[in-house]
């Protein structure tokens, strides 16, 4: 076996949903979905650093500006200890091989926190991979993707990235062909929303009869996506959490109209929000897109993406 690397680096995605249905609540607690995972390349770095012999974990986590948030949270909301998706995955590595889970965590940030873009999910793959590097461990893609979804529903799709069908409570993947390049517009909220008051707040909705019809599948989509025509996609573009989403921050009605009014093709809030996705028709359209939406105030920043990305890479050292 070669010299055992002093630290490995992991590039991984954030993730837009181009179509979410929500259904039922399962006995579990959770909701049965049916989801379309979209990669885009706004990416999260995870360094794993060998530590000595009964160290345990050490979790470090940067902000874009690659300032450090030691204690935890102050700087970029996330915690920095067993609380963090990363600090779980690597011990489920450890444990999983039988092999202390003896290494130093970083983690920098990109994808916005609390924004319905997996970054959490993100981190938690990239670290399952790092670590499964870092020990030498003969993991293969279907060991990492079983121990993503012990983790939380949407860790697998980011070590797989690229466009893909998610079923169960999205945990379940399906790659679809990804398209041509597609140009997105991301525009960031000054505060986040909880996944699970998201959910929540939609039960509540649809109990009281003031949510609209659940989506059906997202077939128009796929055959959409197959062809790469950015006005079908557009217009097959759905997210059932989107009127929670904008019930619990009603200012992101303001930021899908924005968006709108600035030449987007369709605008969708991602996931459970609030960061707004905005499908644009090219690259000059998402810069002018992005520029509009950052002058207009109604969102804390705006950045044009790309998508498909690919999933979790290793860097090289
Ligand atoms: O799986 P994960 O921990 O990421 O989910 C966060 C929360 O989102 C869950 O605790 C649950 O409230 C909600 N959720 C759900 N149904 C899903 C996925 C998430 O109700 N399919």
């Not at 466009?163 to 790659?175: F, H, M, N, Y």
Request: with cysteine; glycine share 12%; aromatic share 2%.
């Amino acid at each position: 076996m070669p010299n055992p690397p002093k630290s490995v680096s992991v590039r991984v995605p954030g993730k837009i949903n181009l179509h979410l249905g929500i259904g039922g609540v399962r006995p579990d607690g959770y909701h049965e979905l049916v989801t379309v995972f979209h990669a885009v390349d706004l990416v999260d770095e995870v360094v794993a650093t060998r530590a000595a012999p009964g160290a345990g974990l050490s979790l470090r986590v940067l902000d874009a500006e690659l300032r450090a948030d030691e204690q935890g949270s102050a700087l970029t909301g996330v915690p920095a200890d067993h609380r963090n998706l990363a600090w779980q995955a690597a011990a489920l590595v450890a444990r999983h091989a039988g092999v202390p889970a003896d290494a130093r965590l970083e983690l920098c940030k990109r994808i916005p926190v609390a924004g319905g873009m997996a970054g959490g999910s993100a981190d938690a793959a990239g670290a399952l991979l790092a670590c499964a590097r870092l020990w030498q461990l003969p993991f293969d893609l279907p060991t990492l993707t079983d121990l993503a979804a012990q983790i939380g529903s949407d860790v697998a799709f980011p070590l797989l990235g690229g466009t893909a069908v998610g079923t169960g409570r999205g945990e379940v993947l399906s790659p679809v062909p990804s398209p041509a390049p597609l140009h997105w517009v991301l525009a960031v909220s000054p505060t986040g929303l909880s996944t699970s008051a998201v959910y929540a707040e939609l039960d509540r909705l649809r109990a009281s009869g003031a949510a609209p019809a659940p989506l059906g599948p997202p077939d128009a989509l796929l055959v959409a996506l197959a062809a790469g025509g950015s006005h079908d996609i557009a217009a097959n573009l759905g997210n059932d959490l989107q009127v929670a989403a904008v019930s619990m921050a009603p200012q992101l009605a303001d930021t899908l109209a924005s968006g709108l009014r600035l030449g987007a093709l369709a605008g969708v809030v991602s996931g459970s929000g609030p960061t707004c996705a905005f499908l644009c028709a090219d690259a000059a359209s998402a810069s002018a897109v992005a520029a509009g939406l950052a002058a207009g105030g109604s969102c804390r920043a705006a950045a044009a993406v790309r998508g498909s990305a690919a999933g979790a890479q290793v860097l090289p050292c």
